[in-house]
């Protein structure tokens, strides 16, 4: 179950993260959108991290946390608002919901099979390149 859960937490939230991208209004400044949704994240995050203290512990407190950083989060940070960006984005051009995130996967699965044997020195198997491959013949039956 502990490596089931992460996973259909990622789709489930995955499912609404592009319902609600996909909902932001046409008209509205799509990083306006975004400041919104980091000061609501920002908030739950911090929820989260109180409320969940007993489950995941912490060592003592949020900012015994924060002296922990590296340059890791404030990438994240910036390439969170990438994605989010291109997702809207995405959707006020007119991609389908059920395109854009298979298009962009495909070509992200492809991106990352090469990023983990380069720099992580995963190994790259034939079924891995044959994975590839249908993701390939994928995009171009799901673009016809």
């Known amino acids: ?5 992460p996973i259909a937490l990622v789709v489930c939230s995955n499912i609404l993260y592009q319902i609600a991208a996909k909902s932001v209004p046409g008209d509205m400044n799509p990083f306006a959108s975004l400041t919104v949704t980091y000061l609501v994240g920002a908030a739950f995050s911090a929820a989260l991290f109180f409320a969940l203290g007993g489950v995941i512990p912490a060592e003592s407190g949020l900012w015994r946390e924060y002296a922990k950083l590296n340059w890791a989060p404030f990438l994240l940070g910036v390439v969170i608002v990438g994605l989010e960006a291109g997702f809207i984005f995405a959707y006020k051009a007119g991609w389908p919901v059920s395109t854009a995130t298979v298009v962009q996967s495909s070509f992200l699965a ?8 380069l720099l992580y020195r995963e190994p790259i198997s034939a079924s891995k390149i044959f994975g590839v491959a249908v993701c390939l013949v994928g995009l171009w039956f799901i673009n016809r």
């Open 110 to 117: 492809v991106a990352l099979l090469i990023v983990g044997g």
């Open 1 to 5: 179950m502990a490596y089931v859960w």
